[in-house]
């Protein structure tokens, strides 16, 4: 009888950390490429830049492991409209994944002719 308490205690006890473990929604916790892409779109996209490029590291840690996936990125961003613009729009920015496929954003700094809301 006591085994059988012990086998089902045990069963029990399984699903019950399996259930409280969060999925890894692919949206969620999101890839390094796609945090660029993110910040990319947001400029060239959403403020009307021509050029946007953006480099990223996981917030808090100073590079990412290759093939994992995090949920907040803080990325270092350049937007400007022409190859030959001397003063471009520049600084960090983070990058939260969020449920189906939409992320977040704010801007922590910039400097340079960046347009309004950026």
């Not at 969620?28 to 400029?43: D, G, L, M, Q, T």
């Not at 961003?77 to 471009?88: E, G, I, L």
Request: contains cysteine; charged residues 20%; hydrophobic residues 35%.
């Amino acid at each position: 009888m006591k085994r059988l308490l012990v086998g089902v205690l045990s069963a029990v006890l399984t699903v019950g950390l399996f259930a409280a473990v969060p999925s890894a929604d692919a949206a969620y916790y999101i890839s390094k490429k796609r945090a660029e892409h993110n910040v990319r779109v947001h400029f060239a996209g959403y403020r009307s830049y021509v050029y946007a490029g953006a480099s990223c590291r996981p917030t808090g840690l100073p590079r990412a492991r290759s093939r994992t996936l995090y949920h907040r990125w803080t990325c270092r961003f350049v937007a400007y409209n022409s190859r030959y613009q001397k003063h471009k729009c520049q600084g960090t920015i983070r990058i939260t994944g969020s449920l189906r496929n939409r992320y977040y954003y704010r801007v922590l700094t910039h400097r340079g002719p960046c347009t309004r809301g950026t």
